[in-house]
T-cell receptor
Framework: DSGVTQTPKHLITATGQRVTLRCSPR?????VYWYQQSLDQGLQFLIQ???????AKGNILERFSAQQFPDLHSELNLSSLELGDSALYFC????????????FGNGTRLTVT | QKEVEQDPGPLSVPEGAIVSLNCTYS??????FMWYRQYSRKGPELLMY????GNKEDGRFTAQVDKSSKYISLFIRDSQPSDSATYLC??????????FGAGTILRVKS
């Protein structure tokens, strides 16, 4: 068990809808990262927060947004969902920002129908 | 050219074999190197973390980094069926994002 908790484990929704994925980092970790994993794309970095502030941005669509709250948990919001958004969404956390290994949760499997 | 290249496999070996998994990277600024193991429908699990050239051993696993040739390896001794998973290499430039290889599927046959 990595100590990173993600909810929900599974999510099935329709195109055009909006969903929120939640992540609680390991105790003591200040950084939270979001990754998307699909069969043909591998692990794609979306965004990183460090102690409540956005630190780095990857290939995150404008329809997606995230935030990290004062208690350090994070939420990833996906809106105007399309079929192609179906994927595994992983949250990871690390102690620092930029030199610490990442510890991953078990992901949220999103299916858009 | 991808920043981190990794042969996707699948790699199939008999139980007890020594497994060698490899990655190459292009950015000489990468300073930290990791290997993750991912079972189906689970999150990647950190196996090894190193930031220097040379070998690092942990049980049956040895990570090797050669910065001069930009080559990283993971060796698994006495492989077991429970080692069957996807193995991902990852590299990190200080202050930057973690870059993953595509992952190698390993199958250990009993």
């Amino acid at each position: 068990d990595s100590g990173v908790t993600q909810t929900p484990k599974h999510l099935i929704t329709a195109t055009g809808q909006r969903v929120t994925l939640r992540c609680s980092p390991r105790s003591g970790d200040l950084s939270v990262y979001w990754y998307q994993q699909s069969l043909d794309q591998g692990l794609q970095f979306l965004i990183q927060y460090y102690n409540g502030e956005e630190r780095a941005k990857g290939n995150i669509l404008e329809r997606f947004s995230a935030q990290q709250f004062p208690d350090l948990h994070s939420e990833l919001n996906l809106s105007s969902l399309e079929l192609g958004d179906s994927a595994l969404y992983f949250c990871a956390s690390s102690v620092g920002s930029g030199d610490s290994p990442l510890h991953f949760g078990n992901g949220t499997r999103l299916t858009v129908t | 050219q991808k920043e981190v290249e990794q042969d996707p496999g699948p790699l199939s070996v008999p139980e007890g074999a020594i497994v060698s998994l490899n990655c190459t990277y292009s950015n000489s600024a990468f300073q930290y190197f990791m290997w993750y193991r991912q079972y189906s429908r689970k999150g990647p699990e950190l196996l090894m973390y190193t930031y220097s050239s040379g070998n690092k051993e942990d049980g049956r696993f040895t990570a090797q980094v050669d910065k001069s040739s930009k080559y990283i390896s993971l060796f698994i001794r006495d492989s077991q069926p429970s080692d069957s998973a996807t193995y991902l290499c990852a590299t990190l430039e200080y202050g930057n994002k973690l870059v993953f290889g595509a992952g190698t599927i390993l199958r250990v046959k009993s």
